[in-house]
């Protein structure tokens, strides 16, 4: 039976899931599932069985972890190079084509970084930051606010 439902998981206006399924429920499960992944930060496919869904769903899971996510302090919150690397893995398979470019000016305890993202060889992000951290943030925010218009 084909895939009739699809559905699309945002966060911030950020895709972080995308499931397909024959029922609405199913399409809606898979997403989270993705969900749960790129908020957690799991890199491998046996996640869910060494965390097992002792409170619900992935839906379920990935709203407790949205909640915890938002009263998080500030520093926590960004995963924007996280998110964009997840979302090449998702749309295209892979990440490789993503390269980074990291240049700090200034004195070594003070000084600035200047972070620009490429995918393909083609600049899509830039920034600067007090910290490499930040600057790659906003790079990778700046990179899938781009690709969010594709």
């Given at each position: 039976m084909p895939d009739d439902?699809?559905?699309?998981?945002?966060?911030?206006?950020?895709?972080?899931?995308?499931?397909?399924g024959s029922t609405r429920d199913d399409a809606a499960e898979q997403a989270a599932q993705q969900v749960l992944?790129?908020?957690?930060?799991?890199?491998?496919?046996?996640?869910?069985?060494?965390?097992?869904?002792?409170?619900?769903?992935?839906?379920?899971?990935?709203m407790q972890l949205s909640d915890t996510l938002n009263s998080a302090p500030e520093p926590y919150k960004?995963?924007?190079?996280?998110?964009?690397?997840?979302?090449?893995q998702g749309r295209?398979?892979?990440?490789?084509?993503?390269?980074?470019?990291?240049?700090?000016?200034?004195?070594?305890?003070?000084?600035?970084?200047?972070?620009?993202?490429?995918?393909?060889?083609i600049e899509f992000g830039r920034a600067i930051g007090s910290t490499r951290y930040d600057a790659a943030e906003s790079a990778a925010e700046k990179v899938l606010l781009v690709l969010r218009n594709y």
């Amino acid at each position: 039976m084909p895939d009739d439902w699809v559905v699309i998981a945002y966060y911030k206006k950020i895709e972080y899931g995308r499931g397909t399924g024959s029922t609405r429920d199913d399409a809606a499960e898979q997403a989270a599932q993705q969900v749960l992944v790129a908020l957690r930060g799991d890199s491998d496919d046996n996640s869910d069985q060494e965390r097992p869904h002792a409170n619900g769903t992935a839906a379920d899971q990935a709203m407790q972890l949205s909640d915890t996510l938002n009263s998080a302090p500030e520093p926590y919150k960004s995963h924007f190079k996280m998110t964009l690397n997840n979302w090449l893995q998702g749309r295209y398979g892979t990440s490789k084509h993503l390269t980074w470019d990291e240049n700090h000016t200034g004195p070594a305890d003070s000084g600035s970084w200047e972070v620009i993202a490429y995918i393909n060889d083609i600049e899509f992000g830039r920034a600067i930051g007090s910290t490499r951290y930040d600057a790659a943030e906003s790079a990778a925010e700046k990179v899938l606010l781009v690709l969010r218009n594709y």
